[in-house]
């Protein structure tokens, strides 16, 4: 997977899930550090429906496994502590 | 909530989420460090169904509203570089 690519398209992620990827916002998570198949699950189970969110469908509905796998790996490759 | 409630309750979860809360498993998240609010809400999903797992439904079935308020005090309360 692509780090890089991932980077790029978590443009839209930064809003709620922090641009180092710890979010400001309690409800959401933080991804930084988090495990990346667990990363890849997560957002294909959000793009398939077996995770309901509303906010989460429309983000994950345009992304394909390829960018899903790049997401996960820029995600887990950061640090967990933020810095 | 209460932490150490939270600890004793957490001890059917290290198998799968690690002792302190880094999973050793790939697909499973890791919870230390994780939002409070975000912890309890994916507790509540898990426990009503709104995230459909096989693994995760029957360990959050049992659980009460304190409980998970306890155990997402406790695991949110751990260091996420898991030291």
Do not use: F, W
Not at 16 to 35: E, F, R, V
Not at 40 to 64: E, F, H
């Amino acid at each position: 997977a692509d780090k890089d690519a991932g980077k790029a398209k978590s443009a839209t992620c930064v809003a709620c899930h922090g641009s180092n990827g710890i979010s400001a916002i309690p409800m959401y998570p933080n991804l930084a550090g988090q495990k990346e198949a667990y990363l890849a699950i997560a957002l294909k189970a959000y793009r398939d429906g077996t995770r309901k969110n509303m906010v989460m469908a429309p983000m994950a509905k345009p992304l394909s496994d390829e960018d899903i796998a790049n997401l996960a790996a820029y995600y887990s490759s950061l640090d967990p502590s933020g810095k």
